[in-house]
């Protein structure tokens, strides 16, 4: 069983940033780690995920802007968001995957999100 708990979200104006935190309550090492957003009446978008190698993946509407890393000493992962814009308000969750990463929202464990809201 493995616990997730996001942090780190907030306002902030367009062009700024943010650093969200998700910590996990095991070892993750042996977990791929996705991070997900969702606005109301929407499905969960992938956003970016960070394989158990260090390879890292992201939607093309984030690509250059976010970057994803993971902290396995410390069983938490990270998504830092710069050059925010008003369409990346949402929810943010972070999610385990054993073994694997995914771009679906096919993942074992979710965290309960956080959310970012960016204004214009």
């Known amino acids: 069983q493995v616990q997730l708990v996001e942090s780190g979200g907030g306002l902030v104006q367009a062009g700024g940033s943010l650093r969200l935190s998700c910590a996990a309550s095991?070892?993750?090492?042996?977990?791929?780690m996705g991070w997900f957003r969702q606005t109301p009446g929407n499905e969960r978008e992938f956003v970016a995920a960070i394989s158990t190698g260090g390879s890292t993946f992201y939607a093309d509407s984030v690509q250059g802007r976010f970057t994803v890393s993971r902290d396995n000493a410390k069983a938490t992962v990270y998504l830092q968001l710069n050059s925010l814009q008003p369409e990346d308000t949402a929810v943010y969750y972070c999610?385990?995957?054993?073994?694997?990463?995914?771009?679906?929202?096919?993942?074992?464990?979710w965290g309960q999100g956080t959310q970012v809201t960016v204004s214009s």
């Open positions: 095991g070892r993750t090492f042996s977990y791929g």
């Open positions: 999610a385990a995957k054993k073994f694997v990463v995914v771009r679906t929202p096919d993942y074992d464990y």
